[in-house]
């Protein structure tokens, strides 16, 4: 073949490819379970519950809160994302538990969420008690560790005060893990103005034991399940 020939078939193959009707690439739709891109990821499968920037909302935590990711290495996070959290609105994202995402889209959020919000000095020398508990807890002591540390704001029993709502109320214990319960107490919710482990009292941290204790006295508060009846 000529060089005019070579020529002519370079140009019915461009011609081809802009051809009426032929997408370009940019137009090309990725599917769903090759996208890879944090921003999608994360606005198509967090943000409903965590918040646009990651700050919270409709009672989830800030995923955003670096105190929060301090406590919460890359284990957790891909378990959470991947399994969900029983007893709670985290739904499983993981294919492997029955969710759309594969566990490079998991793998993506992860490291996109420590990447962007992340922060070596979010304790300031503090050492954060540990994100699991050692134990049960005991709820009698948790009275107790309740009254000192947290019904100054959510008020006796927990049934809401000046500055802070009920934190006894049914709806919201059936909804959310006890482990969620130990995050929370850990990390606080600074986007409502709750603080973490270190400000309830000032100059006095919980303990580890302080926060599952207070956590055990929690979960016994919750509304307890009808119990099932017989034939009328």
Request: proline share 9%; hydrophobic share 40%.
């Amino acid at each position: 073949m000529g060089q005019a020939g070579a020529l002519a078939l370079t140009a019915l193959f461009c011609a081809c490819n802009g051809m009426p009707g032929k997408p370009r690439p940019a137009e090309i739709e990725v599917r769903p379970d090759r996208v890879k891109d944090f921003g999608t990821l994360y606005s198509e499968n967090c943000a409903g519950c965590h918040g646009a920037d990651g700050k919270g909302g409709a009672g989830a935590i800030g995923l955003a809160d670096p105190v929060y990711l301090a406590i919460a290495d890359d284990t957790v996070l891909t378990a959470v994302i991947r399994g969900g959290v029983a007893g709670s609105l985290m739904p499983a994202f993981g294919q492997s538990a029955g969710g759309l995402l594969t566990d490079d889209q998991v793998t993506a959020l992860v490291h996109g969420i420590r990447g962007r919000w992340a922060r070596p000095d979010a304790l300031g020398g503090a050492t954060a008690p540990p994100y699991a508990a050692p134990g049960p807890g005991d709820a009698a002591r948790g009275a107790q560790v309740f009254q000192t540390f947290c019904a100054g704001c959510h008020g006796q029993g927990g049934r809401g005060g000046p500055k802070a709502s009920a934190i006894t109320n049914g709806a919201y214990l059936s909804l959310i893990s006890r482990q969620g319960l130990r995050t929370t107490v850990i990390v606080g919710r600074p986007e409502l103005g709750a603080p973490d482990w270190r400000g309830n009292v000032p100059g006095r941290p919980m303990t580890s034991a302080e926060i599952g204790d207070v956590v055990a006295w929690l979960v016994v508060q919750r509304p307890h399940p009808p119990q099932p009846q017989g034939p009328r």
